[in-house]
């Protein structure tokens, strides 16, 4: 069985896991799953963290990717490079929103 953690499901493994469904947290403890998540809810993180909107440490994260035994998936660069297409504004200094205007470069993606 493979197990894709979003960026919730691994805040609240490491904060709560009661707040995990029963199913969900009877397949994270299940030792012959492969558990994953992708390198993009890590810059998630990162983002909030930055923005003062998630108070969390390295260490903490780093050891919940430990503990859970998450392999990090890399995000392709095709995928990173689609998101140039998209224009990133900053609004107040804590909220960032992101414009959905497609680009004309996106549709040749």
């Known amino acids: 069985m493979r ?20 199913p969900a947290r009877s397949a994270l403890a299940n030792t012959k799953a492969v558990r994953e998540i992708s390198s ?31 392999r990090v998936l890399l995000t392709p660069p095709s995928m990173l490079t689609a998101f140039l297409a998209f224009p990133l504004t900053t609004m107040i200094p804590s909220t960032v929103r992101l414009s959905l205007r497609p680009s004309p470069r996106m549709s040749r993606l």
């Open 40 to 70: 993009l809810s890590l810059s998630e993180i990162a983002i909030k963290v930055a923005l003062g909107k998630l108070k969390l440490q390295k260490v903490d994260v780093m050891d919940g990717l430990s503990d859970l035994r998450l």
């Open 3 to 22: 197990l894709l953690l979003d960026t919730v499901a691994f805040l609240w493994a490491l904060d709560d896991p009661r707040r995990l469904s029963g």
